[in-house]
């Protein structure tokens, strides 16, 4: 079939989606897949949820879009009372933009802006994690720490550096506490910014639960705490990436409310409009909003389509659902039946290390020793071919094969919809199960 769309992957032609219900989309052969992932775990309410698309349709009757340097609108104002009523402790204002990278991109500009706003200008540098996946846009490349996403591209625009993840899996040692271990990465921050020189370090970046680089890897207890003391001794600010966590994925609306503190700036996106409409913001802090509005009085950023008027009404009917239907209980309560199921059905599979995650945000990793947590050769494209022969079962979920330290790895991730079912869990563990068979009879394993 010819095609005039650059697909990502010019090498496949993927079939065409054709419509939607709840947790399932239909292709244009009729055939039904069960959407395990949300997408990129997006789509947090299902395909078909009849509030947001009211929502939507009543919009566009009144108003689809006015420019944000003309108007402000009634969705625009609204949800950012919403998502401030809601938010962690110290934020202040709400940043819209169309997507998870720019939100990376506004919440990088707002730190470089506050620092010159007060008078440090020499703060030019970034610390991220790495392993780690903030966006595609040269900015947010620049400071993610994926090396495999980075290189073609360098030299990249933002002076940034990069420090261990907290992957406790891979990376806690034998006899090492997790208390102790979650200290001695969050360290590492410290010495990275007395390395590059106090005064020079404008924001450090993190997601507070790793999600397509790593596989749902939540830090161990304390090290957020930690990671905080450090920013707030040498003055740098705290970016928190809840782009794909964020929203109620892990089972409360923000996935940093679990690590008690809050970050200066937090990106959301994904399931803040659960892919109704393209959506993302930035929470800005008091502290922030304060040194720009009794500064300059001009964040120097936009976007065409930054606080789209459909688009905020899609992610405040998104929110609302959420919130009326209670379904940050199902998250949780599927959230473990899915854990327990996994486990059940994988704890002792020989190619399986590990199995984690929260709420509804889970990761398989797939090892070659169990024992030795050897991953498998990256040749094999282990997660490829589980992606491959589970969309061919009907089941979507987001395979990834990620760069640790130069050391790959295989993981599969969970992010079912919220309106997910205890049956449908055992649907999605039953269509993975017979994948991972399918996948390592054929590797001969
Ligand atoms: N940050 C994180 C943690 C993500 O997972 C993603 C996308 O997967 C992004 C940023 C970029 O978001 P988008 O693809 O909407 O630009």
Redesign the pocket.
């Known amino acids: 079939m010819t095609t005039h769309v650059l697909h990502r992957n010019s090498l496949i032609q993927p079939p065409r989606a054709v419509s939607g219900e709840g947790i399932y989309i239909t292709d244009e052969n009729g055939k039904r897949y069960l959407d395990a992932c949300g997408g ?2 997006v789509s947090c309410l299902g395909h078909s949820d009849p509030e947001v698309r009211a929502a939507i349709i009543e919009q566009v009757g009144k108003l689809a879009y006015a420019h944000s340097g003309f108007f402000s609108s009634d969705p625009m104002e609204e949800l950012a009372d919403d998502l401030i009523a809601h938010a962690p402790a110290g934020m202040e204002r709400v940043y819209f933009v169309s ?6 991109e506004a919440s990088l500009k707002l730190a470089r802006q506050y620092f010159l706003e007060i008078g440090e200008p020499d703060r030019e540098f970034v610390i991220a994690r790495r392993q ?6 040269l900015g ?1 490349l620049s400071v993610g720490g994926n090396m495999w996403r980075r290189r073609q591209f360098e030299p990249l625009l933002i002076n940034a550096s990069h420090v261990s993840p907290c992957f406790a899996y891979r990376d806690q040692k034998a006899g090492e506490t997790a208390e102790d271990y979650g200290l001695r990465v969050a360290n590492e921050l410290e010495e990275a910014i007395l390395q590059l020189g106090t005064g020079r370090v404008a924001a450090f970046v993190a ?1 507070p639960v ?4 790593s596989g749902a890897v939540a830090a161990v207890p304390g090290y957020f705490k930690r990671i905080r003391e450090i920013c707030d001794r040498y003055g740098v600010l705290l970016i928190l ?5 964020g929203m109620g994925r892990t089972g409360t609306l923000h996935a940093i409310e679990q690590e008690g503190i809050s970050g200066d700036l937090q ?1 959301i ?2 399931g803040l409009g659960a892919g109704y409409q ?1 959506i ?1 913001a930035v929470l800005v802090s008091d502290k922030i909003n304060k040194a720009i509005a009794s500064g300059t009085g001009f964040f120097q950023h936009g976007h065409t389509y930054q606080g789209h008027a459909t688009a905020c009404a899609a992610a405040l009917a998104t929110q609302r659902t959420i919130r009326k239907r209670d379904l940050l209980k199902n998250v949780v309560t599927q959230g473990d039946n899915l854990q327990k199921a996994l486990v059940g059905r994988f704890g002792n599979h020989p190619y399986v290390g590990d199995v984690r995650g929260r709420g509804l945000f889970r990761g398989v990793e797939f090892v070659a020793d169990r024992v030795t947590r050897e991953p498998f050769d990256p040749s094999r494209k282990i997660h490829a071919k589980i992606k491959k022969t589970a969309f061919e079962n009907g089941l979507m979920c987001y395979p990834m094969g990620g760069t640790i330290d130069g050391q790959r790895g295989d993981h599969v991730l969970f992010a079912p919809p919220y309106i997910v079912t205890e049956g449908q869990i055992g649907d999605i563990v039953d269509l993975f199960s017979k994948t991972v068979d399918q996948v390592f009879a054929a590797e001969g394993l």
């Open positions: 990129a775990a997507g998870g990278s720019e939100a990376i780690s996946y903030h966006g595609n846009t947010a997601e790793v999600g397509a680089t990436d809840e782009v794909m966590c990106a996106a994904k393209p993302g």
